[in-house]
């Protein structure tokens, strides 16, 4: 059975340029979360999905952040420009209901250079 | 204020030296509080959750409790692939309706044969 899948697993960039990551959760999983990690400030959730809905986009920093899931089986987030302080490990998590237990992907370095 | 505060931030163990690592929350009507184990480069692997004060859960060398205001992790006999940083989560709450996973900083532990 597979796990969550992201893509890509490293992506190093240039500031200013526009970089996608994507996210395949496990199906039949209903919720989906985007968290970013750092060494300062931990796993901090960005948003998550509810049957492809967006219901709380209050952790995404900045407009320049964007999430979508157009579908139950595929999600991507955007930045756009990016910044060097973008620089992290995206994760993206998905559970069967909201307070499930999540399981994670492995997860995608950035590196905004 | 941190609502989930993990202690110590490392542990270094000799094979063999049993400890426990701590998880206190400050949120109230807890509605579960989550292990995971990160292992470098990779996305955390869900260990645990419990509920309920007083609840207790095995897995292998791993033992997690739960009081009202703190979980412990207990590592038996520990080897050095449990090596890696452990990971407490909690649900907030606000004001009685649930938020999101928050996650702790976590602890770094290295065993040494």
């Known amino acids: 059975d597979a796990g969550v899948i992201q893509s890509p697993r490293h992506e190093v960039t240039e500031m200013g340029q526009e970089v996608t990551l994507r996210c395949k959760p496990i199906?039949?999983?209903?919720?989906l979360f985007w968290y970013r990690q750092t060494m300062m400030r931990g796993l901090e959730l960005l948003i998550y999905?509810?049957?492809?809905?967006?219901?709380?986009d209050s952790g995404m920093p900045e407009d320049r952040f964007s999430a979508k899931m157009p579908n139950a089986s595929f999600s991507t987030l955007k930045i756009q420009p990016s910044e060097p302080r973008d620089s992290a490990v995206y994760f993206c998590?998905?559970?069967?209901?909201?307070?499930?237990?999540?399981?994670f992907g492995p997860g995608t370095r950035l590196t905004v250079l | 204020e941190d609502q989930v505060t993990q202690s110590p931030e490392a542990l270094r163990l000799q094979e063999g030296e049993s400890s426990s690592l701590n998880c206190s929350y400050t949120v109230s009507g807890l509605r579960g509080l989550f292990w995971y184990r990160q292992d470098p480069g990779k996305g955390p692997e869900f260990l645990f959750t419990?509920?309920?004060a007083g609840e207790e859960k095995e897995k292998e060398r791993l033992k997690a409790t739960l009081t009202k205001k703190e979980s412990f992790l207990h590592i038996t006999a520990p080897k050095p692939e449990d090596s890696a940083t452990y990971l407490c989560a909690v649900y907030e709450n606000y004001g009685g309706s649930q938020g999101n996973l928050i996650f702790g900083k976590g602890t770094k532990l290295s065993v040494k044969p």
């Open positions: 998590a998905t559970c069967r209901f909201y307070t499930d237990t999540q399981y």
């Open positions: 419990l509920y309920s």
């Open positions: 999905f509810n049957n492809n809905v967006p219901i709380d």
């Open positions: 199906s039949g999983h209903n919720s």
